[in-house]
């Protein structure tokens, strides 16, 4: 086993800009890259691995070959692949939206719910994302809101920086505003409800479908809860900050000057999204090299490992 450089699926959704391959990197054709999805085993896109004798074949081709121990005993509770990894570019807002849970969505779509987070990788001056209602509202109310067009008179939009995180629990009401780039950890799932999407119209010419009854069978009708935030560590030549726990996922943003150890050991496999900066990853005799926007995924068992360089990153593992 040795560590896994991947290359992405790409997204061109309507709201997308260009700043992934523009100041990222990413080798895509697409006018817009609204999305890459770094780290995934979806069915609707797949990373690909780019290094040693693997090299070719999908993350989710090599998991079956290896055997699922490679992504370690806590991944064990899950059926598939537990999460999904992306980049998301919103040159414009994206669709009012929300995720169902495991229980609907495995009643109704045939796969899991979706709990996710956001990390704000960057934003422009000004810009603001829905997070939530800003008051209990009852269903009807958000029925006829959603009707009449007012929805976003009763949502809660908040103004973000680069560094702010959000937990976006399955039910949340949600959507990313234009002007901003976000890391997002979720399950892994792609079932989305469509509730309000400014009147657009997709390449075919035609408005995008809404979901309006899924959304009020799954919506919480509440202001969504605060995510406490937990101060840095530093240690070992890192700092370390926790940004989001559940059981669906835990990743950390880590802080690197010069080198810092790490251990994937066999209760999980890691992944790491390199945010900025220039690295290499040594893993014994095995070493990659990551680039801003570049992603690795250490397999569970594979030991110490050493990031060198100065970078800042977001490791993904399962507790």
């Not at 702010?164 to 039910?171: A, K």
């Not at 700092?239 to 880590?254: G, I, N, P, R």
């Not at 802080?255 to 999204?273: G, K, P, Q, W």
């Given at each position: 086993?040795?560590?896994?450089k991947?290359?992405?699926?790409?997204?061109?959704?309507?709201?997308?800009?260009t700043?992934?391959r523009?100041?990222?990197?990413?080798?895509?054709?697409?006018?817009?890259?609204?999305?890459?999805?770094?780290?995934?085993c979806?069915?609707d896109?797949?990373?690909?691995?780019?290094n040693?004798?693997?090299?070719g074949m999908t993350?989710?081709?090599?998991?079956?070959k290896?055997g699922?121990?490679i992504?370690?005993?806590?991944?064990?509770?899950f059926e598939?692949?537990p999460?999904?990894?992306?980049?998301?570019?919103?040159k414009?807002n994206?669709?009012?939206?929300?995720?169902p849970?495991?229980?609907?969505?495995?009643?109704?779509?045939g796969?899991?719910?979706?709990?996710?987070?956001?990390?704000v990788?960057d934003?422009?001056?000004g810009?603001?994302?829905?997070?939530g209602?800003?008051?209990?509202?009852?269903?009807?109310?958000?029925?006829?809101?959603?009707?009449?067009?007012?929805?976003l008179?009763?949502?809660?939009?908040?103004p973000?920086?680069?560094?702010?995180?959000?937990?976006?629990?399955?039910?949340t009401l949600h959507a990313?505003?234009?002007g901003?780039?976000i890391a997002e950890?979720?399950?892994?799932?792609?079932?989305?409800y469509?509730v309000?999407d400014?009147?657009r119209?997709?390449?075919?010419g035609k408005?995008?479908?809404?979901?309006i009854?899924k959304?009020l069978?799954?919506?919480?009708?509440?202001?969504?809860k605060?995510?406490?935030t937990?101060?840095?560590?530093?240690?070992?030549g890192?700092?370390?900050q926790?940004?989001?726990?559940c059981?669906?996922?835990?990743?950390?943003?880590?802080?690197?000057d010069?080198?810092?150890?790490?251990?994937?050991?066999?209760?999980?496999?890691?992944?790491l999204?390199?945010?900025?900066?220039s690295?290499?990853?040594?893993?014994?005799?095995?070493?990659?090299?990551?680039?801003?926007?570049?992603?690795?995924?250490?397999p569970a068992?594979c030991?110490k490992?050493?990031?060198?360089?100065?970078c800042?990153?977001?490791?993904?593992r399962i507790?």
């Amino acid at each position: 086993m040795y560590p896994l450089k991947l290359t992405p699926a790409f997204k061109d959704y309507l709201w997308g800009g260009t700043r992934l391959r523009d100041d990222y990197g990413k080798k895509c054709d697409f006018d817009k890259v609204a999305e890459s999805w770094e780290l995934s085993c979806h069915k609707d896109g797949n990373s690909v691995i780019a290094n040693g004798e693997s090299a070719g074949m999908t993350l989710s081709d090599y998991i079956v070959k290896e055997g699922k121990s490679i992504l370690g005993t806590n991944c064990e509770r899950f059926e598939n692949f537990p999460v999904l990894i992306k980049l998301i570019d919103a040159k414009d807002n994206l669709s009012v939206q929300v995720h169902p849970d495991n229980e609907y969505a495995m009643r109704v779509e045939g796969e899991y719910g979706k709990t996710e987070m956001w990390y704000v990788v960057d934003c422009d001056e000004g810009a603001t994302l829905l997070y939530g209602f800003k008051n209990n509202v009852t269903k009807e109310e958000f029925a006829e809101r959603i009707k009449n067009n007012t929805l976003l008179e009763i949502t809660n939009a908040v103004p973000v920086k680069k560094g702010d995180v959000f937990f976006i629990e399955s039910g949340t009401l949600h959507a990313i505003g234009k002007g901003i780039l976000i890391a997002e950890i979720q399950q892994n799932s792609n079932t989305t409800y469509r509730v309000y999407d400014y009147g657009r119209v997709g390449a075919d010419g035609k408005t995008r479908p809404l979901h309006i009854e899924k959304a009020l069978d799954v919506t919480k009708l509440c202001p969504a809860k605060p995510y406490p935030t937990v101060a840095p560590m530093t240690e070992n030549g890192c700092t370390k900050q926790l940004l989001s726990k559940c059981e669906y996922f835990t990743v950390y943003k880590l802080n690197i000057d010069d080198s810092a150890d790490f251990n994937a050991d066999n209760t999980s496999f890691e992944c790491l999204l390199n945010l900025e900066g220039s690295i290499k990853l040594v893993c014994g005799d095995n070493e990659i090299s990551l680039e801003k926007g570049e992603t690795a995924f250490i397999p569970a068992g594979c030991g110490k490992y050493t990031i060198m360089g100065k970078c800042e990153a977001i490791l993904t593992r399962i507790d």
